[in-house]
């Protein structure tokens, strides 16, 4: 049995909460170590609107809000679904997970309908493992908009793994 992975099929997310982040993340490092957080709340306090230093101030504000969606996003749109001879093998940017393929129970396609903020209404499909001992997840990798061909043989390649692996234990 050869190793497969799924990526995220959209890398267009992911590329933007990447840049957001390095910006959020920029932004953090320019106040703490170049400017001080006094120095910031002077700089918009005192300056008049428009002024050029104050700009400044406020774009560096607006990079430290960002950044924590950033990362939430860039988390979200970076996992990744591994399929080895042992188990099931996923990874996103805070967690990476192992599951072996004898402790799978059952493997179903699932909607999210509102899983995803920035997606209000529009549904999400990815492919959900419920666990021998009850736990249930989603793969971090495939996913889509709509449940479709790719998805639908995705799910079933996970499926014939799944089957072809624990075949001897039954």
């Keep these: 049995m ?6 995220p099929i959209s890398r267009w997310w992911q590329w933007c909460a990447a840049v957001a982040s390095i910006a959020g993340v920029f932004s953090f ?8 957080w006094d120095a910031l709340g002077e700089h918009v306090a005192e300056r008049p609107r428009g002024s050029g230093q104050n700009q ?9 809000i960002i950044t924590v969606p950033a990362l939430v996003g860039y988390n ?3 996992g ?3 399929l080895r001879p042992d ?12 599951v072996p393929w004898h402790d ?11 899983g995803v903020p920035w997606r209000r209404g529009i549904p999400l499909y990815r492919i959900r493992l419920t666990l021998k001992d009850g736990e249930t997840f989603c793969l971090p990798a495939p996913a ?4 479709d061909s790719a998805l639908e043989a995705a799910k079933g390649e996970i499926i014939g793994h799944w089957k072809a692996a624990t075949a001897s234990s039954r």
């Design 29 to 36: 490092c320019w106040v703490t170590f170049v400017l001080g």
């Design 87 to 98: 188990g099931i093998r996923t990874r996103t940017p805070l967690r990476r997970r192992f």
């Design 56 to 64: 400044v101030a406020v774009l560096l504000l607006i990079g430290l």
């Design 2 to 7: 050869q190793t497969i992975e799924y990526r």
């Design 104 to 114: 799978i129970q059952s493997i179903s396609a699932d909607v999210q309908q509102d």
């Design 76 to 78: 979200f749109t970076a």
């Design 80 to 82: 990744r679904t591994r």
């Design 144 to 147: 889509g908009g709509e449940f």
